[in-house]
């Protein structure tokens, strides 16, 4: 698949960026609520949830139990994980990404990591993938590559392939870039190593505020995730994340781009004034809905001259 730097932002193509992989659906009215913060700066709150494809730990589906999960987090911006349109019985053939938007009253952007051909004609493709849902805008957004080690192939090999959702959302007339994504699970890290340089290398052409919202399937001293420190700052929530119900490691993350002189990654594109987020607080909900459990942040945001 043909993938461009940037998805136009006329209303015209947002078409072609759903033919794209990429579904932008605005819902009948988003609700923003963000305010300015006395102390200068945008605040946004933020969050991470691996939904588990609709199910909770028991492993029942359950739509409801997430979208009332989600409710209750009051953020502004979501990523999300292990989302379904249409994949399969497991999440009754539905397309959970539209959904959620509906049901939530906000924007929304799914990036398929797999977009299979449907088992009969004229029915919807089976996708599965991650997504980020929005109070504010979407005014662009990308479906990138990054190296998977493929779940449908029965002898895979490191290989570029999509799902590693990029979107800007104006948020108070300020662009903030919301990436969201999905790392390796297996115990081996090598294909992580390879997924965290990409992501490196992707963040790094742009400029301004950033947001990294993940499962990372790996905790924050791992040594495959070191690279990543060097440009962002781990929201620590200072509580595990997995599993839901019994939770002992945190592998679910919110990162930003750092705001002290040097930050940014390799090219400047986000550190210092351009692209500043200050972590105000993070935590994790209890949570069973799911099988991982969400981490909410409370960010503030700035850019130059603000």
Do not use: C
């Amino acid at each position: 698949m043909s993938l461009r730097r940037r998805t136009a932002r006329t209303p015209q193509l947002l078409l072609a960026a759903a033919l794209s992989g990429v579904l932008l659906a605005p819902p009948a009215a988003a609700v923003t609520t963000t305010r300015p913060s006395p102390g200068g700066g945008v605040p946004l709150r933020v969050a991470t949830y691996n939904i588990h494809a609709g199910a909770g730990p028991d492993g029942v589906f359950g739509l409801g139990r997430q979208v009332a999960e989600l409710r209750s987090l009051d953020a502004d911006v979501i990523g999300l994980q292990e989302v379904d349109r249409h994949w399969g019985a497991r999440s009754a053939w539905r397309d959970l990404a539209g959904e959620l938007a509906r049901r939530l009253r906000m924007h929304i952007s799914f990036a398929p990591i797999y977009s299979l051909d449907p088992a009969e004609p004229g029915r919807p493709r089976a996708e599965f993938g991650v997504a980020v849902l929005s109070r504010h805008r979407i005014v662009s957004a990308e479906n990138h590559e990054i190296t998977r080690l493929s779940t449908q192939d029965p002898n895979p090999v490191p290989a570029p392939a999509p799902g590693f959702g990029e979107v800007v959302v104006r948020v108070r007339g300020l662009p903030v870039h919301v990436y969201v994504t999905h790392l390796d699970y297996r115990p081996d890290p090598a294909v992580r190593v390879a997924q965290v340089a990409d992501t490196r290398r992707i963040m790094a052409e742009d400029r301004g505020p950033k947001i990294l919202l993940g499962d990372f399937n790996a905790e924050p001293a791992a040594a495959e995730l070191a690279p990543l420190w060097k440009e962002l700052t781990d929201a620590d929530p200072g509580a595990p994340t997995f599993p839901a119900q019994a939770p002992v490691k945190r592998i679910d993350f919110v990162a930003v781009s750092k705001g002290g002189p040097g930050g940014g990654g390799p090219h400047g594109g986000g550190g210092g004034p351009q692209g500043a987020v200050t972590v105000r607080r993070a935590w994790v909900p209890e949570s069973t809905a799911s099988d991982h459990r969400p981490v909410v942040a409370d960010l503030l945001v700035r850019t130059r001259g603000r």
